[in-house]
Each structure stands twice: as C-alpha cells, then as structure tokens.
C-alpha cells in the first residue's frame, strides 16, 4: 500500500513568508507526528496528533507555528513569518494509534529554506 | 524525560566487513522501546530493528543485530556483511510505552568502501 507521503518535497520561502507543509498518512492510521531535522538541533519532534485532536504540542518552537489535521486523515504544518532559523527538514511520521510500540512510518520529509 | 546519545558521528566500512555503531539512553522508565533508524540521502527514514525493552532477546533482523544491554543502558547496532546500499545516516531512537514521540540521537554516517 502507499506509505505517508509529503509536499511539497522542496520549499525555498523569502523570510517573512508563511509557508504550508502537507502531509498524507498512511491510510488508516491514527496517530500523525511532526517532527524537524536541523543541523543544529538534529531530529526534534513538534507535534502529534490522534485522530483530529493534538494532544500534544509542546514541541512546536514558537506560536508561529500551528498545526491542523482534518478528517483524521490530512496534516498541514503551517510557519507564519518564517525566519533563517526555520531552515530544515520537517518530516511526517504516521502509526495505527498512538504508543511507543506501535512503529513509525516516516515520509519523505519536506526540505525548507529561508533566504 | 529521555535522552539518547550516539558517539560516533562518522564510521566506515569495508564492502563484506562488520561495523558496530554504539548508542547509550537514559530513561525513568521501566517499558520502553529502542529503535535503529537509516536515513539515505533520499531523506526517507526507514526502520531498521527495533528491541523492546522487557525482552532479553537481542533483536536481529538478517544482517541487522543489536545488543542490549538493559543494566549499561547500551543498545548498540552490529551491520553484518555490509554492502554499499547500507551507506546511510543510522538514528538510534527511544520511546516509551505510555509515551508516543521518539527521541533521537544526533546519528551516525556510515561510509561503506568498495
């Protein structure tokens, strides 16, 4: 079956600019993670979500960013004002509910540069 | 809270050779979970074994072994018969059974030489 996948793969964004990231979880699954990959911070998680619900957002760096799911299917990572720092890689991970046992598919990531 | 720490930033490997890459944790939890990720260069991560942690069992998956050792809090990761398609980022990660994100690692780039 299709894995998760993400859009767009690469996003070069002038600083100020909001940015939408998209990501489409394996069909099915009801947990959805966000997570960003930076040089500097290496691979740190943003924010998860069971069904529509994100019980936890305590990853997100700051209020510019906002996360939503709809349909218990579709996630779209939003960056207002995006600034340099914002540079990295988000990627998308889905698994059939949330629980460490449950394994996490990961998509392809999102690469995202601030000039 | 949970931490994982990969000392090998860099490892290379002869094409049919073994490689261990090591990885140590530290968690407050008593049912958790340890994973090895890859990530090649098409950014994809992929899971590579996983070892829960009420097992005492290593977990081997073909050329993929580990050994967990639960007391030292070490789960490193052994590459058997490397080949050039196991050139990649390796992730060590964690997570625990009432918990849902992974920690990671900051990773470890295996070179593979032909």
């Known amino acids: 079956g299709a894995g998760v996948s993400q859009s767009p793969s690469n996003k070069v964004t002038e600083k100020g600019k909001d940015v939408e990231l998209r990501c489409d979880p394996i069909s099915g699954h009801t947990a959805l993670y966000w997570y960003r990959q930076s040089l500097g911070q290496g691979l740190e998680f943003l924010i998860y979500?069971?069904?529509?619900?994100?019980?936890?957002k305590s990853g997100l760096p700051s209020d510019r960013f906002s996360a939503e799911r709809t349909g218990g299917s579709v996630s779209t990572l939003t960056i207002q004002r995006t600034q340099q720092e914002d540079s990295a890689v988000y990627l998308c991970?889905?698994?059939?509910?949330?629980?460490?046992?449950?394994?996490?598919?990961f998509g392809p990531g999102t690469r995202l540069t601030v000039t | 809270a949970q931490t994982v720490t990969q000392s090998q930033p860099e490892m290379s490997v002869q094409e049919a050779e073994t490689v261990t890459l090591s990885c140590t944790y530290d968690t407050s939890e008593s049912d958790y979970y340890l994973f090895w990720y890859k990530q090649p260069p098409s950014r994809q991560m992929i899971l590579v074994i996983r070892q829960e942690a009420y097992k005492q069992q290593n977990a081997t998956e073909n050329r993929f072994s580990v050994n967990f050792q639960k007391a030292a809090k070490s789960f490193s990761l052994k590459i058997s018969d490397s080949q050039l398609g196991d050139a990649a980022m390796y992730f060590c990660a964690q997570t625990s059974s009432n918990d849902y994100k992974l920690s990671f690692g900051a990773g470890t780039t295996v070179t593979v030489r032909a």
């Open positions: 979500f069971q069904g529509n619900s994100a019980p936890d």
């Open positions: 991970a889905s698994s059939p509910t949330g629980g460490g046992k449950y394994e996490q598919y």
